[in-house]
């Protein structure tokens, strides 16, 4: 159960921190929601995992999460990219970016099985950077 803690922590810091990103200029934007009213479900599916294995490495060097869900968040990021985009970011540049994201988790989950610990940190941090390239343009820039 104390394991548990950390676990609950981190999603509702999540949430939190995605609430007041999302409002802190006042404004609701309206556009970033789908033709239907929803919002980017895969962006969001695939964004629990990162920020569950990303930020205990940037929290605490805890590459432990990584290392076990590794092929989860290629499998969540090959679905991602296979799904048709919303109409706001459906565009060569942001399916190119999921490509990528793509090739980098298959990557991650290919090193997490060999590579030293180095490695996977960097690999990590780059499929994170993509990941927020990937947010920022269906944010715009917020």
Partial sequence: ???LY???FT???LVLLSCASKKED???HPEEE?????DWKKMDEFHIIMAETFHPYKDSANLEPVKTRAAELA???SEWSSTTL???VDNDEVKSKLQQLKAETAALAENVRTADDNVIAAQLVKVHDTFHE???AWYGGH
């Fill in 75 to 77: 499998d969540a990021a």
């Fill in 34 to 38: 789908t033709a239907d009213g929803s």
């Fill in 11 to 13: 999603l509702l810091m």
């Fill in 1 to 3: 159960m104390i394991r």
């Fill in 6 to 8: 950390p676990v609950i």
């Fill in 134 to 136: 990937i947010q920022e």
């Fill in 86 to 88: 919303p109409k706001k």
């Fill in 26 to 28: 006042g404004h609701d």
